[in-house]
């Protein structure tokens, strides 16, 4: 076994398919494929469960990748120390985030920790909290920015922001012609809402409608606000979403108000997992972040 069918092996997962794991490889898909099998046997298991739409992690596959990762981490780490030796702070930063403020907050990091580390590259990935938390857990990052909540146990944590909830409007519904700048959930229950798609957001957001003993008519969840914002413009329905969402419109088409009565708030946070050996561009971004 060589450190290249690690790689190809952790593309492979990644990715899903033979043909885009290829085309991010750089190779043509057969030397792939033989490759992969080349690993199989030698393990004397199957790693992946091949069909027409893709391939998918059998149970050894998962084990296997766990070992994989730490492999990859370790061989990516000791390259890190040596270059460090003699050209100072150099490799990768993996880092995955939401949307909403996270983006400007860490074109803030990138910018100052470049001139502080002009060697270190960034790969940066986007999702929702819980594909972002899940991305941190399997080892395909170093740090996370999402909103919380979190499990505390699992993770380390360091609260970045806060931010109001707010709901986007379609400038020609009925609640965009009444006075204010905010909006109760009496208010928006009688009309079709646009939510997050995180698991738990819709727990949370029924709770705060059940504060005044009404409920919340779900009509779409979305991961991405700007699509979110899209679905409102087209008079689709009532988006709520953190304050940060306001970037994105159009005043002569969507209005924004600030959620009141409960007057709730979204949480920024930079996690890691504890208890976990990170690289040293990862060690050093983190105590640039929150020191």
Same mark, same amino acid.
């Given at each position: 076994m060589e450190l290249r069918h690690?790689?190809?092996?952790?593309?492979?997962?990644?990715?899903?398919s033979f043909s885009k794991a290829a085309q991010k490889l750089l190779i043509a898909q057969p030397p792939l494929s033989r490759q992969?099998?080349?690993?199989?046997?030698?393990?004397?298991?199957?790693?992946?469960?091949?069909?027409?739409?893709?391939?998918?992690l059998t149970a050894a596959g998962e084990k296997f990748r766990q070992y994989a990762l730490q492999i990859d981490y370790l061989s990516n780490q000791s390259i890190e120390v040596v270059?460090?030796?003699?050209?100072?702070?150099?490799?990768?930063?993996? &880092? *995955?985030?939401? $949307?909403g403020?996270? @983006?400007?907050?860490? %074109?803030?990091?990138?910018?100052?920790?470049?001139?502080?580390?002009?060697?270190?590259?960034?790969?940066?990935?986007?999702?929702?909290?819980?594909?972002?938390?899940?991305?941190?857990?399997?080892?395909?990052?170093?740090l996370a920015v999402i909103v919380g909540p979190y499990n505390q146990e699992h993770l380390v944590g360091k609260l970045l922001f806060d931010e109001p909830w707010i709901a986007m409007i379609p400038i020609t519904h009925p609640l965009a012609k009444e006075k204010g700048d905010s909006v109760t959930?009496?208010? &928006? *229950?009688?009309? $079709?809402?646009?939510? @997050?798609?995180?698991? %738990?957001?819709?727990?949370?957001?029924t709770d705060w409608f059940a504060l005044k003993n009404v409920k919340p008519r779900i009509i779409?969840?979305?991961?991405?606000?700007?699509?979110?914002?899209?679905?409102?413009?087209?008079?689709?329905?009532?988006?709520?979403?953190?304050?940060?969402?306001?970037?994105?419109?159009d005043k002569s088409k969507v209005i924004t108000k600030k959620l009141v009565d409960p007057a709730v708030?979204?949480?920024?946070?930079?996690?890691?997992?504890?208890?976990?050996n990170m690289s040293l561009v990862a060690e050093e971004f983190w105590k640039y972040v929150v020191k």
């Open positions: 690690i790689h190809y092996f952790l593309t492979l997962a990644e990715e899903g992969i099998k080349d690993l199989e046997d030698e393990l004397g298991v199957s790693l992946f469960t091949r069909s027409s739409k893709g391939v998918i270059k460090e030796m003699n050209h100072g702070l150099q490799g990768t930063l993996y &880092l *995955a985030s939401v $949307e403020r996270a @983006p400007h907050m860490i %074109s803030e990091w990138v910018a100052d920790f470049h001139k502080l580390y002009p060697h270190v590259e960034f790969n940066l990935w986007n999702g929702n909290s819980d594909d972002v938390l899940q991305r941190l857990q399997n080892g395909l990052c170093d959930p009496e208010k &928006l *229950a009688p009309y $079709e809402l646009i939510i @997050p798609s995180r698991h %738990s957001r819709l727990q949370e957001i779409c969840r979305m991961a991405h606000v700007l699509n979110a914002y899209e679905l409102t413009e087209q008079n689709v329905g009532i988006a709520i979403y953190p304050a940060a969402a306001a970037i994105y419109a708030t979204a949480s920024y946070y930079i996690t890691r997992l504890t208890g976990k």
